[in-house]
């Protein structure tokens, strides 16, 4: 979301009008895809119960076993398309002297991941729990 805001804010370059219509659009298509999304999803799962007059081939024993694989692989699909259609279609707006070199992609997100737990297990460690009231269970 936080991507998409920026993006339409640097695409608007200064034009105020632009900018507003960029987000109303981003707002609205966020909430289409709210509504559209489940309903897409609930169709494509469980494919070989709902719709026994598909013949779904030799997938139809992993559509059995996994029935919701087909709207997950539909999800990914898109995701992977449509950073496929930034990467080439949107220009870079950082100056060059900014921009950082390409090798640095893989290291930064090993590193970004490998740090997740130990970002977590301190944030779980820092709360406070004096509004914490435990629940007494008759034996």
Known sequence: MIAARVSVTELAKGNHDLEARGMGLVMSMVGFGMLIGPAIGGVLSEP???HPDIDFGRFEDLLLKFPFLL??????LLCTLSTLQIMFSVEETLPEDKLR????VLPDA????AGLPSKAWSRF????????????YEA
């Open 71 to 76: 709207p997950n692989l539909i999800g990914g």
């Open 48 to 50: 070989v119960t709902q």
């Open 110 to 113: 090993v590193r970004l991941l």
């Open 125 to 136: 460690k820092s709360r406070k729990n004096g509004d914490y009231v435990g629940v007494e």
């Open 101 to 104: 070199s390409p090798k640095y």
